[in-house]
């Protein structure tokens, strides 16, 4: 028997719904037990955000400051072969819960020499937030043996005006004009296609060539220019983060004038520089398309 821990957290449910797409055919194994495990802030995020609230949680994304996590029914059980962690990028970072609970002593004992995939439902801009879940699964001696990335297919501009509609009023759409936000239903379907090299590489104890058989099937979907745009978006966060929690911690009022201007000056970046930055970038790329596709294939990588 083979046993598989799913630790996730979501707040649309988007993000257990994809877990659940690739973990139906290992249920459906009889030699393989499937267990997850949601992890549960002890003040938990709001759904649907308020505008403050969404952009108020920016510094504490990106410098990583951890919340309280209940971890008192973590799974006590230590048997598991595999482990999958589902988890989105807030700010070019993962999501706080999930970094909380990766900075936790119980993350650090449970994962130490385990083999752990990477489970992403984002809208299109992960690779900075994944740089650092690599980094914790390194730190606490476990080994990234996959990664899945199922991002909104749907151009940026557009995904971006879509989740504002999502996130702030807690409904997919469509929306007459606009498609719907987030990972497509047909997608978050297929991402059962993935289970099968899972499967193989779990029951063999052996995930040597797992990452590139997920590549051939699709799993990681990556632009160059949205990549490109990141790096640099986040260097420009880190600024702004911490002018912001020189104001205060998470929700003080005092720095609420600072994330207001935040907010506008994001908006500004993404619909008024990042058109031409996005130009730019494409050009760069057919420029320095050795240098570009390695860069690719590193992020594909795990
Ligand atoms: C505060 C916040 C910031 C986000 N920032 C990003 C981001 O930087 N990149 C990205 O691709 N998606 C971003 N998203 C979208 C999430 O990654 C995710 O796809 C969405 O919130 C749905 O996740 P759920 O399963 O928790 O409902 C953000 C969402 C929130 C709530």
């Given at each position: 028997?083979?046993?598989?821990?799913?630790?996730?957290?979501?707040?649309?449910?988007?993000?257990?719904?994809?877990?659940?797409?690739?973990?139906?055919?290992?249920?459906?194994?009889?030699?393989?037990?499937?267990?997850?495990?949601?992890?549960?802030?002890?003040?938990?995020?709001?759904?649907?955000?308020?505008?403050?609230?969404?952009?108020?949680?920016?510094?504490?994304?990106?410098?990583?400051?951890?919340?309280?996590?209940?971890?008192?029914?973590?799974?006590?059980?230590?048997?598991?072969?595999?482990?999958?962690?589902?988890?989105?990028a807030?700010y070019l970072s993962?999501?706080?819960?999930?970094?909380?609970?990766?900075?936790?002593?119980?993350?650090?004992?449970?994962?130490?020499?385990?083999?752990?995939?990477?489970?992403?439902?984002?809208?299109?801009m992960?690779?900075m937030a994944?740089?650092?879940?690599?980094?914790?699964?390194?730190?606490?001696?476990?080994?990234?043996?996959?990664?899945?990335?199922?991002?909104?297919?749907?151009?940026?501009?557009?995904?971006?005006?879509?989740?504002?509609?999502?996130?702030?009023?807690?409904?997919?759409?469509?929306?007459?004009?606009?498609?719907?936000?987030?990972?497509?239903?047909?997608?978050?379907?297929?991402?059962?296609?993935?289970?099968?090299?899972?499967?193989?590489?779990?029951?063999?104890?052996?995930?040597?060539?797992?990452?590139?058989?997920?590549?051939?099937?699709?799993?990681?979907?990556?632009?160059?220019?949205?990549?490109?745009?990141e790096?640099?978006a986040l260097?420009?966060?880190?600024?702004?983060?911490?002018?912001?929690?020189?104001?205060?911690?998470?929700?003080?009022?005092?720095?609420?004038?600072?994330?207001?201007?935040?907010?506008?000056?994001?908006?500004?970046?993404?619909?008024?520089?990042?058109?031409?930055?996005?130009?730019?970038?494409?050009?760069?790329?057919?420029?320095?398309?050795?240098?570009?596709?390695?860069?690719?294939?590193?992020?594909?990588?795990?």
């Amino acid at each position: 028997m083979k046993r598989v821990l799913i630790i996730y957290y979501t707040q649309s449910g988007q993000l257990k719904q994809i877990a659940d797409s690739l973990a139906e055919p290992l249920i459906r194994d009889e030699n393989i037990a499937v267990d997850y495990y949601r992890i549960k802030p002890v003040e938990d995020y709001p759904f649907p955000w308020t505008s403050d609230g969404f952009f108020d949680c920016m510094p504490e994304s990106v410098e990583k400051v951890p919340v309280e996590i209940n971890l008192d029914d973590f799974p006590a059980k230590n048997d598991y072969d595999l482990v999958i962690l589902a988890y989105q990028a807030w700010y070019l970072s993962p999501a706080i819960p999930v970094s909380s609970f990766l900075k936790s002593d119980v993350a650090r004992n449970f994962l130490a020499g385990r083999k752990v995939i990477t489970l992403l439902g984002v809208r299109n801009m992960w690779v900075m937030a994944q740089e650092y879940v690599k980094g914790w699964i390194r730190e606490h001696k476990a080994q990234l043996v996959g990664n899945i990335v199922l991002t909104d297919k749907a151009h940026n501009l557009v995904s971006v005006l879509t989740i504002k509609k999502w996130l702030m009023g807690g409904n997919k759409g469509p929306y007459n004009i606009l498609p719907e936000a987030g990972v497509s239903e047909k997608d978050i379907k297929d991402a059962s296609r993935f289970a099968g090299p899972v499967i193989t590489a779990l029951k063999n104890n052996d995930y040597e060539g797992l990452q590139d058989e997920l590549i051939v099937l699709g799993a990681v979907g990556l632009k160059y220019h949205l990549m490109q745009m990141e790096k640099n978006a986040l260097r420009i966060f880190r600024i702004w983060a911490k002018l912001i929690r020189k104001k205060g911690e998470a929700k003080n009022k005092k720095r609420r004038m600072r994330v207001r201007l935040f907010k506008y000056y994001l908006l500004f970046i993404i619909f008024v520089v990042s058109p031409a930055a996005s130009a730019v970038f494409v050009v760069k790329r057919y420029l320095l398309y050795p240098l570009a596709k390695k860069q690719l294939r590193y992020y594909r990588e795990v």
